[in-house]
């Protein structure tokens, strides 16, 4: 309820009022709802109890899988044409001041120095996890 809220709440209503690329907000909107419900299904499957089921661990492990896949989709659409239009719609005192606003939501949903701790812990859970060092992921070609 951070990140997609941010842009349900400032970037989707000016796309809306300027009648510019609303098939592309309608499309990046349904991951949002989508995303929602499958961290609802999620969050309670991370418990030592359940992620040491077989049966959960493979749900989960499904789950994670679907987000994962949904969102690389879901992102690389915004990079490529929302986020672009939307820096097209605005003037640079816009831009600026919206910047302030995100930073504010910030503040508001993590604390003054929250967002830079969650950064921390989700570092700290990848090193847990045994995926925090990328270089196993590159393919060597």
Do not use: W
Not at 78 to 85: K, N
Not at 119 to 129: F, G, P
Request: glycine residues 4%.
């Amino acid at each position: 309820d951070y990140h997609e809220k941010n842009e349900e709440n400032y970037l989707f209503p000016r796309f809306r009022q300027k009648h510019k690329t609303l098939d592309i907000v309608d499309v990046v909107f349904t991951p949002h709802q989508a995303g929602r419900r499958v961290t609802e299904k999620i969050t309670p499957m991370c418990t030592v109890q359940t992620l040491h089921a077989a049966d959960s661990s493979r749900q989960l492990a499904d789950l994670m899988h679907k987000f994962i896949r949904m969102y690389e989709v879901h992102e690389a659409r915004e990079d490529t044409v929302l986020f672009p239009a939307f820096r097209d719609m605005l003037t640079k005192n816009e831009y600026d001041a919206l910047g302030e606003t995100f930073e504010n939501e910030e503040h508001k949903h993590f604390g003054a120095d929250g967002f830079d701790l969650a950064v921390d812990k989700v570092a700290q859970l990848e090193k847990t996890l045994g995926i925090f060092d990328l270089k196993q992921f590159t393919p060597v070609v």
